[in-house]
């Protein structure tokens, strides 16, 4: 279906802005347009601009993009599907949160969150933008996702322990994205001479909040990480099948790569090609987390046999019978 394949090649370029929003924070080149919104440094087009100006101008094109095709998808959705049907709901939260996204990145420049800025509150504005910007992948990933389903979907499955598995694992990756953010803030404005020092930094008392943070976000990862495997088994048990399609096996392989490009982080103290590659693992554990999810809900649970319908209740019924009548 055409939709479908402009839905995921959408969702591609949604995460080519999100990275290259990223290289703007690493890169110190969020003040490049200055304390200008939509225009920078006054101008439509800036004239002879220097490198941090044209990081941050294509940051802004980009986003642009992204904006415009995620209007035609939801254009799209509404001339494609019926009223009520799952690819559309999502492709509108799409529209949604990609204009949250685009308000978000305006305040970050015109309340000057940007630069050399240390500020708890710009920590706070980007963990906030953190969960946003996973809620716009998610909800871009269900329309895709959902765009392949049928017309009318049939009742789905009771959710059961499954939904609580499952939301228990968003929940836990929403706290590790957020928490990463700060990270990735901390090594930007704070970076460590050696691992040494980075490690004595994090547990000093004297230290900036955001360098004594640091700590936080390799432990939660690591419980994050052991528990959406054991999240994966558990639904593979509950749902038959969910544990054998290609997003479980996805889950995984990018737990294990997400936590092995962490520990490369910590000991390469965070270098920016390698706080990019993070950042994509993150978002694309995400993605395969929520439509994991999504997929397991609609397989049918494991049929648990009742008391009532066992073969020793059935032979004691029988029996009772019997003695009755004779």
Do not use: K
Not at 22 to 35: D, Q, T
Not at 247 to 267: D, E, F, K, P, T
Not at 300 to 321: D, G, Q
Request: one cysteine or more; glycine letters at 10%.
């Amino acid at each position: 279906m055409r939709f479908r394949r402009f839905a995921w090649v959408v969702l591609g370029v949604n995460l080519f802005v999100i990275l290259w929003g990223a290289f703007v924070r690493a890169s110190g080149s969020g003040a490049g347009c200055g304390r200008h919104w939509p225009l920078c440094n006054g101008q439509l087009l800036p004239v002879e601009p220097g490198s941090s100006t044209l990081i941050e101008l294509t940051h802004r094109v980009t986003s642009g993009v992204a904006l415009l095709l995620v209007a035609v998808l939801f254009w799209w959705s509404r001339r494609e599907f019926p009223r009520g049907h799952r690819a559309r709901r999502w492709a509108g939260w799409s529209l949604g949160f990609i204009s949250v996204e685009a308000l978000i990145g305006a305040g970050l420049v015109l309340l000057a969150l940007v630069g050399a800025n240390d500020s708890l509150a710009r920590a706070g504005y980007l963990a906030a933008h953190l969960l946003n910007t996973f809620l716009l992948l998610g909800s871009l990933a269900l329309t895709a996702n959902w765009a392949g389903a049928a017309t009318r979907p049939s009742q789905a499955p009771a959710a059961g322990a499954t939904r609580w598995l499952w939301s228990a694992g968003l929940l836990a990756l929403l706290l590790v994205g957020m928490s990463g953010a700060v990270t990735a803030l901390g090594d930007t404005l704070f970076p460590a001479t050696s691992l040494a020092a980075g490690l004595r930094a994090d547990t000093s008392s004297t230290a900036h909040l955001l360098v004594r943070l640091r700590v936080l976000h390799p432990v939660l990862a690591l419980l994050t990480g052991a528990y959406l495997a054991l999240m994966v088994w558990a639904v593979g048990r509950l749902r038959p099948g969910a544990g054998d399609n290609g997003w479980a096996r996805a889950v995984v392989a990018l737990v294990l790569l997400q936590l092995g490009a962490g520990l490369s982080n910590l000991l390469l103290l965070a270098p920016t090609a390698l706080q990019l590659v993070h950042l994509l693992l993150a978002d694309l554990l995400w993605i395969s987390v929520v439509v994991f999810g999504t997929t397991a809900l609609r397989m049918v649970p494991t049929r648990r046999v009742a008391l009532s319908e066992s073969p020793v209740a059935t032979c004691s019924r029988s029996a009772r019978r019997q003695t009755r009548w004779s």
